[in-house]
């Protein structure tokens, strides 16, 4: 019998992955990496603090059995609302990117929403998704 939650479970824990890639990488190489992207440093290390954080949670809904799809549900809400912000931020700031950083942004948000998309098929996948309490 196959487990239905394995299409979430996996995309959850891809999703914790880069998100620990990613935000360690904004906390290690911030000074580099605003010189490349035009992305102010302390907005990178804010970022990088809140990744790490994220793929934390991520990681710990990922790896509970069954998986809480309330939990899920937020997680898919976080991942839109980075997408929506990354499109915010290309249009008010663009001026202030470089070419790097904007395709930079471009294609962590389109990875990010390919994440969100592949979660709901994996949520819906699951049948019953009623919110629960933890």
């Not at 395709?103 to 949520?123: D, K, M, Y």
Request: aromatic share 8%; proline share 4%.
């Amino acid at each position: 019998m196959t487990d239905k939650s394995n299409l979430l479970r996996n995309t959850l824990l891809i999703n914790a992955g880069s998100s620990l890639l990613f935000g360690g990488a904004a906390l290690a190489f911030a000074d580099p990496l605003a010189q490349w992207t035009g992305i102010a440093s302390w907005i990178l290390y804010v970022l990088g603090v809140g990744l790490v954080l994220f793929a934390a949670d991520v990681a710990v809904t990922a790896t509970r059995k069954p998986i809480n799809p309330l939990f899920a549900k937020l997680i898919i809400a976080a991942d839109v609302a980075w997408v929506v912000g990354s499109g915010l931020s290309l249009l008010l700031f663009s001026g202030s990117l470089t070419v790097p950083g904007q395709w930079t942004i471009e294609l962590i948000a389109i990875a990010v929403a390919v994440l969100a998309v592949l979660q709901t098929v994996g949520l819906r996948r699951l049948g019953d998704h009623h919110p629960r309490t933890a």
